[in-house]
């Protein structure tokens, strides 16, 4: 993770700022996934459930509005991944995303 953080912060990434990380989680069933999305979506948690590009499973996408620190980035993800293990889920990676990335549904 650092690395990636080291590598923004060469780009120019201004970290004092909140950016949108998406946190993704596989599922084998779909129920699992929307009990998932439903528990962690909020007016400032964006959260979807989608197929997954290999053709297994489903991905619930989480988006937040975060510091793009490791600090932030580790416990939201911690927060996250115990959410999802609890529903039959694993995490699957986080990512910054660009504004029109973004979504909920």
Same mark, same amino acid.
């Given at each position: 993770? %650092? %690395?990636?953080?080291?590598?923004?912060? +060469?780009?120019?990434? @201004?970290?004092?700022? $909140?950016?949108?990380?998406?946190? *993704?989680?596989?599922? $084998?069933? &779909?129920? @699992?996934? $929307? &009990?998932?999305?439903? &528990?962690? +979506?909020? *007016?400032?948690?964006?959260? +979807?459930?989608?197929?997954? *590009?290999?053709?297994?499973?489903?991905?619930? +996408?989480?988006?937040?509005?975060?510091?793009?620190?490791h600090d932030a980035i580790s416990a939201v993800e911690e /927060?996250?991944?115990?959410?999802?293990?609890?529903?039959?889920?694993?995490? $699957?990676?986080? %990512?910054?995303?660009?504004? /029109? @990335? &973004?979504?909920?549904?």
């Amino acid at each position: 993770m %650092q %690395q990636h953080l080291d590598a923004a912060l +060469r780009a120019g990434y @201004d970290v004092s700022n $909140d950016h949108a990380v998406a946190f *993704d989680f596989h599922f $084998d069933e &779909r129920a @699992d996934a $929307d &009990r998932m999305a439903a &528990r962690v +979506r909020s *007016d400032a948690i964006e959260a +979807r459930v989608g197929e997954t *590009d290999a053709g297994g499973g489903l991905t619930v +996408r989480v988006v937040a509005a975060i510091a793009a620190t490791h600090d932030a980035i580790s416990a939201v993800e911690e /927060k996250l991944s115990a959410i999802a293990e609890r529903c039959g889920g694993v995490s $699957d990676g986080w %990512q910054t995303v660009a504004s /029109k @990335d &973004r979504g909920g549904s």
